[in-house]
T-cell receptor
Framework: AQSVTQLDSQVPVFEEAPVELRCNYS??????LFWYVQYPNQGLQLLLK??????LVESINGFEAEFNKSQTSFHLRKPSVHISDTAEYFC??????????????FGKGTKLSVIP | KAGVTQTPRYLIKTRGQQVTLSCSPI?????VSWYQQTPGQGLQFLFE???????NKGNFPGRFSGRQFSNSRSEMNVSTLELGDSALYLC??????????????FGPGTRLLVL
């Protein structure tokens, strides 16, 4: 079984300041790691994912996350936030699997509020 | 290409009733998963369907069921509704369900309120 802990439920930050949203996971098997974003009254959108290879992954809108296996963490960072980044962010894991079914286990989410 | 669509978007029911929610995946996607999102429990996996077969099920009571049709569209049903079933129900689709590295694309959700 897997579990995901997002250490901060709410993070307020001023516009153009850097931000880090923390995510730790627990799993008895190897996992893939994901960050999803949910804007108000919308579904979830994939922000970025780590499957293998370089432990630093980037999204097209300036976010990046680094997989740290020893600390079982996958923190999300952005060097300079914009008002439009205001949303709820979910960290999720999925166990390795072959051509079979899979499911995402989500953290409770972190609400990022960007203050003008 | 159209995204994942869910109908209806909003629904109000009373305790004891049953409800059916519908999900149309992205064209060409064959795997459909359902999730329940509540303020208290967060996002929880309900079940996943692939080629009309349920392949995986989360820890929900038997009142929650689903099915998938030959065109990959999926429905979920909740019988004997309880107040605690009030939630946002999200559907997600992926291409082939060929591995957990695949990206799941989420619909906007159906917001269910049980009175």
């Amino acid at each position: 079984a897997q579990s995901v802990t997002q250490l901060d439920s709410q993070v307020p930050v001023f516009e153009e300041a850097p931000v880090e949203l923390r995510c730790n996971y627990s799993s008895s098997v190897s996992v893939y790691l994901f960050w999803y974003v949910q804007y108000p009254n919308q579904g979830l959108q994939l922000l970025l994912k780590y499957l293998s290879g370089s432990t630093l992954v980037e999204s097209i809108n300036g976010f990046e996350a680094e997989f740290n296996k020893s600390q079982t963490s996958f923190h999300l960072r952005k060097p300079s936030v914009h008002i439009s980044d205001t949303a709820e962010y979910f960290c999720a894991v999925s166990p390795y699997s072959g051509a079979g079914s899979y499911q995402l286990t989500f953290g409770k989410g972190t609400k990022l509020s960007v203050i003008p | 290409k159209a995204g994942v669509t869910q109908t209806p978007r909003y629904l109000i029911k009373t305790r004891g009733q049953q409800v059916t929610l519908s999900c149309s995946p992205i064209s060409g996607h064959r795997s459909v998963s359902w999730y329940q999102q509540t303020p208290g429990q967060g996002l929880q996996f309900l079940f996943e369907y692939f080629s009309e077969t349920q392949r995986n099920k989360g820890n929900f009571p038997g009142r929650f069921s689903g099915r998938q049709f030959s065109n990959s569209r999926s429905e979920m049903n909740v019988s004997t509704l309880e107040l605690g079933d009030s939630a946002l129900y999200l559907c997600a689709s992926s291409v082939s369900g060929g591995g957990s590295q695949e990206t799941q694309y989420f619909g906007p959700g159906t917001r269910l309120l049980v009175l």
